[in-house]
C-alpha cells in the first residue's frame, strides 16, 4: 500500500540551499573570467600579411590623426590625398637610413583613391606592381598597417592633395594599408 510520503499530493520538506557559495564555485567563476579575458585578447589583428610585410621600403602600425570626414569630389580626377599618422611600432626601418622613424613620430602619408576600400583602387594609372590592402575606411583614431615607399610625388599615379604641414617632413606614399586592433 501507500506508505507516508508517498502521496504526489502530499507536502515535502522544502530543499535547503547554501547561505553562501562554496570554494568550487568561486575557482569556477574565476576560471571563466580568465578564460573569457584570454580569448577576447586573443582577437588581436596585428594586419599582417604576406604584402605589408614585404611591399615598400618602410612598414609601421601608425594611428590615423587628422583626416577628412569626407575626401574632395573631383569627378573623374584620381588623386592621392596626404593624411596624417602618428607612429605607434615600426615593424621595418628604411633600407636605405634616409627616414629613421621611431613611435611617436608624425608621418604624413598619400592614399591613392581615398574614397574606396583599398582592395578597389588598382586601375589602369597603377602599373603591374602590387597596390592595396584590406582597409575599408579612413576613420580618425583607427591603427592601420603601412607598407610605405618615401617617394610620394613620384609614386603617386595622378595629382597630389597635400594639406598637412610642415610640407617637407615625413611624406610617404601607402602602397598596401591593413587595419590593426593595435
Given at each position: 500500500?501507500?506508505?507516508?510520503?508517498?502521496?504526489?499530493?502530499?507536502p515535502t520538506r522544502p530543499r535547503e540551499w547554501p547561505t553562501k557559495p562554496g570554494p568550487l564555485r568561486g575557482l569556477a567563476i574565476l576560471a571563466i573570467v580568465a578564460l573569457t579575458t584570454y580569448l577576447l585578447a586573443?582577437?588581436?589583428?596585428?594586419?599582417?600579411?604576406?604584402?605589408?610585410?614585404?611591399?615598400?621600403?618602410i612598414e609601421v602600425t601608425a594611428r590615423l590623426v587628422e583626416s577628412p570626414d569626407q575626401f574632395p569630389n573631383l569627378g573623374a580626377y584620381r588623386y592621392t590625398y596626404v593624411i596624417k599618422y602618428k607612429v605607434?611600432?615600426?615593424?621595418?626601418?628604411?633600407?636605405?637610413?634616409?627616414?629613421?622613424?621611431?613611435p611617436g613620430d608624425e608621418i604624413f602619408v598619400g592614399h591613392y583613391k581615398p574614397w574606396l576600400p583599398r582592395s578597389e583602387i588598382k586601375d589602369s594609372d597603377w602599373d603591374d606592381g602590387p597596390l592595396g590592402g584590406k582597409l575599408t575606411r579612413f576613420a580618425v583614431g583607427e591603427a592601420h598597417r603601412l607598407a610605405l615607399d618615401y617617394d610620394l610625388q613620384n609614386l603617386a599615379p595622378s595629382?597630389?592633395?597635400?594639406?598637412?604641414?610642415?610640407?617637407?617632413?615625413?611624406?610617404?606614399?601607402?602602397?598596401?594599408?591593413?587595419p590593426t586592433t593595435y
Open positions: 500500500m501507500n506508505e507516508p510520503g508517498d502521496h504526489p499530493f502530499e586573443a582577437r588581436v589583428e596585428t594586419g599582417k600579411d604576406e604584402f605589408v610585410t614585404t611591399l615598400g621600403k605607434l611600432a615600426v615593424h621595418r626601418q628604411d633600407p636605405d637610413a634616409n627616414y629613421k622613424l621611431a595629382g597630389v592633395l597635400d594639406y598637412c604641414y610642415p610640407q617637407a617632413t615625413n611624406r610617404f606614399f601607402a602602397l598596401w594599408t591593413n
